[in-house]
């Protein structure tokens, strides 16, 4: 979908390519100073996407997307506004607030539905972020989306480097800029190793399809480059010490060797793909991993998965979304409300800041329409993708990798909250630009 005459495609580009590099740069931790620079870094993407942006070009899976971001933002913005006593205390959960408000002798007045008004607003602010950026990027023809691929896949694999160099520096180095999360390992720009991992693997596919692409038009030297690309994300992942990491990076080189190399191989015209530069780049992927993060991985493989406290979470944050529904407790809100419904005995020195299931969160803070609003995503996403595959209209390798790439952050939600850091949101808009653009654009 072309954007509206009189926005230069160059002027879109440079705004996406911003708030691109910013979300890579700044945006892995959860919130802080580095939100802040998104934000600011992202103003130019939304004003240009609200110009450019035209509802009858567009695929009918990037309208359904359209409106989904839309009505989440819109209810982010209702959940903000004040409700008058008579409403407020109709809504479930509600009553504790106005008794502890009551017992503290603080008149309550009117209140929003939210019960944290700066975690809806942060919230809010990233859903801005995301939106704004998809749908400029959605109204870039192929080329320039095509680069700010490639932009994300250089930052990717200098902040791989960047993870190399602090897993050889050992526990607490001084090239970890979060040092309150995971003190090993490689981690990047990142506050979070499963966050970093999540990246890798969402642009690996990406890069195995662009060396594919380069064997196809006889580019050796480019062809050569992306696949060492694609191995040093793989051992970035694994150096990561992520379980969940490991096992999507896995996936996804896997899907993409699967898929990329038969794919392009039977169409295209300039003869057979030589398999075998893509398997040795995984090749050799791998056995960095068994040399370099092979005691890593299998401690952290010892440890018993039904010990996490992801399913400490799930128990008691599925008590707090009935306790709250069908409304919600306000978007950015879970930290504030799960605590109550932990028990004393089971609660330990760690802090719940996410359900580590962005089902589970979506329901305890949106309730059933940002449920709702969630599940059109997710079945948009997958019909788009199983149409392409069964009609097969790919068109080129990187479709089919972002048919591939766009599963990993979903999939990972399920047991993490990847999609709520902008480095990994923003991507993910990236990829959905590519994965539901509409067939009438130039390729």
Same mark, same amino acid.
């Given at each position: ?124 602010? #990233? ?7 998809? %749908? $400029? *990027? /959605? &109204?870039?023809?192929? @080329?320039?989306? +095509?680069? !700010? ?88 992942? #694994? ?7 490991? %096992? $999507? *990076? /896995? &996936?996804?080189?896997? @899907?993409?060797? +699967?898929? !990329? ?98 089902? $589970? ?83």
């Amino acid at each position: 979908m072309k954007g509206a005459k009189g926005t230069p495609d160059t002027a879109a580009e440079l705004a996406a390519a911003l708030c691109l590099a910013a979300a890579l740069l700044a945006g892995g931790g959860s919130r802080g100073a580095g939100d802040l620079v998104v934000h600011l870094a992202a103003l130019p993407a939304l004003l240009l996407a609200v110009m450019r942006w035209r509802w009858a070009p567009a695929s009918r899976a990037q309208r359904v997307v359209a409106v989904v971001c839309v009505s989440a933002i819109a209810l982010a913005l209702l959940q903000l506004l004040p409700l008058p006593p008579t409403l407020y205390t109709l809504l479930p959960g509600r009553d504790t607030v106005l008794a502890d408000l009551a017992q503290a002798g603080q008149p309550h007045g009117w209140l929003p539905l939210t019960l944290d008004r700066w975690g809806t607003v942060r919230a809010l602010l #990233a859903m801005v972020v995301f939106a704004s950026f998809w %749908a $400029l *990027a /959605c &109204t870039l023809t192929h @080329a320039p989306r +095509l680069r !700010l691929l490639k932009l994300a896949l250089v930052v990717a694999t200098l902040t791989a480097l960047l993870g190399y160099a602090q897993s050889a520096a050992g526990a607490y180095s001084p090239l970890r800029f979060y040092d309150f999360h995971h003190p090993i390992g490689a981690i990047g720009l990142f506050a979070n190793r499963n966050h970093f991992a999540c990246l890798m693997a969402m642009l690996l596919p990406f890069a195995i399809a662009l060396g594919v692409q380069g064997q196809v038009q006889r580019r050796v030297p480019a062809a050569l480059a992306w696949y060492s690309v694609a191995a040093m994300l793989f051992l970035a992942a #694994a150096l990561s010490f992520s379980r969940t990491g490991l %096992a $999507l *990076a /896995c &996936t996804t080189a896997l @899907a993409g060797l +699967l898929i !990329l190399t038969s794919r392009t191989g039977a169409a295209s015209n300039q003869g057979r793909i030589r398999r075998w530069a893509p398997l040795a780049s995984m090749a050799v992927a791998i056995a960095g991993i068994a040399v370099y993060a092979g005691d890593g991985i299998s401690q952290r493989l010892q440890k018993d998965p039904l010990e996490d406290l992801r399913w400490q979470y799930l128990r008691y944050g599925w008590d707090a979304a009935q306790a709250y529904l069908p409304w919600g407790s306000g978007w950015g809100s879970f930290k504030s409300v799960y605590a109550p419904f932990e028990p004393i005995n089971s609660m330990l020195e760690v802090f719940a800041l996410h359900a580590h299931n962005d089902i $589970l969160e979506t329901l305890i803070e949106a309730g059933l329409p940002g449920f709702v609003l969630l599940l059109t995503l997710l079945v948009t996403v997958i019909c788009v993708t199983r149409k392409n595959l069964i009609d097969r209209t790919f068109h080129g390798p990187i479709l089919a990798a972002a048919a591939i790439a766009a599963f990993v952050p979903m999939a990972h939600s399920l047991v993490d909250y990847p999609l709520r850091t902008h480095a990994v949101a923003v991507v993910f808009a990236l990829v959905l630009s590519f994965l539901l653009t509409s067939a009438s654009d130039p390729r």
